[in-house]
Nanobody, 123 residues
Framework: QVQLVESGGGLVQAGGSLRLSCAASGRTFSTYAVGWFRQTPGKERDFVAG????????YYADSVKGRFTISRDNAKNTVVLQMNSLKPEDTAVYYC????????????????WGQGTQVTVSS
């Protein structure tokens, strides 16, 4: 198993930036693809960005493409989501998740989840 802990959420004005980190412990981190998801009250949890085991392949939701960047440092057991040009529509709880079987964009494809971190973007 692997444990995941998100950090870096907070309050930011529209147009600003935040850097979210996902720290992993337990099983060898490089075994897992990692995805970021977000969820607002009463809504489903939606895919934001994903990265494969080596970091050589990434995938983004259309709504964040060109503004968000996902990266990983397997030596430090860390995945980062750099969020730029933030919009009020980006307000949500953000979760990182680990996938033993490969990169995917559906919640059911991921085996392990962090506790989430709140991101609030003001107008």
């Amino acid at each position: 198993q692997v444990q995941l802990v998100e950090s870096g959420g907070g309050l930011v004005q529209a147009g600003g930036s935040l850097r979210l980190s996902c720290a992993a412990s337990g099983r060898t981190f490089s075994t897992y693809a990692v995805g970021w998801f977000r969820q607002t009250p009463g809504k489903e949890r939606d895919f934001v960005a994903g990265i494969n085991r080596s970091g050589g392949r990434t995938y983004y939701a259309d709504s964040v493409k060109g503004r968000f960047t996902i990266s990983r440092d397997n030596a430090k057991n860390t995945v980062v989501l750099q969020m730029n040009s933030l919009k009020p529509e980006d307000t949500a709880v953000y979760y990182c998740a680990a996938n033993l079987y490969g990169l995917g964009s559906r919640t059911y494809e991921y085996n392990y989840w962090g506790q989430g971190t709140q991101v609030t973007v003001s107008s």
